[in-house]
Nanobody, 125 residues
Framework: QVQLTESGGGVVQRGGTLRLSCATSGRTDSVRVMGWFRQAPGKAREFVAGIWSDGTDRALAFSVKDRVTISRDVDKNMLYLQMIGLRTEDTAVYLC??????????????????WGQGTRVTVSS
């Protein structure tokens, strides 16, 4: 199993930029797909972005596709989420996820079998 640790969250003003990081450890060679999800208070977990292990296949949620970039540094065992033009509705806990079996990025949280604890992002107006 792989362990995931997110960082980079915080408070940012509306319109600002933030980059989230996810460090992976353990059986990193087993990871096929990684993703970012977010969960706002009282709401269901929501897919943000996903990426295939070598970065050749990416998927972005429609609601954020013009404002986020997902990338992965395999050598450093890191996953990133760059967000620009942040909105108050982006406020949530952002979670890193990994799958050892998916053939491509999936928006379904149930398809991922490893999760981090999350990093909180608050966008202030």
């Amino acid at each position: 199993q792989v362990q995931l640790t997110e960082s980079g969250g915080g408070v940012v003003q509306r319109g600002g930029t933030l980059r989230l990081s996810c460090a992976t450890s353990g059986r990193t060679d087993s990871v096929r797909v990684m993703g970012w999800f977010r969960q706002a208070p009282g709401k269901a977990r929501e897919f943000v972005a996903g990426i295939w292990s070598d970065g050749t296949d990416r998927a972005l949620a429609f609601s954020v596709k013009d404002r986020v970039t997902i990338s992965r540094d395999v050598d450093k065992n890191m996953l990133y989420l760059q967000m620009i033009g942040l909105r108050t509705e982006d406020t949530a806990v952002y979670l890193c996820a990994a799958s050892d079996w998916l053939p491509r990025p999936s928006p379904n949280a149930a398809d991922y079998n490893s999760w981090g604890q999350g990093t909180r992002v608050t966008v202030s107006s």
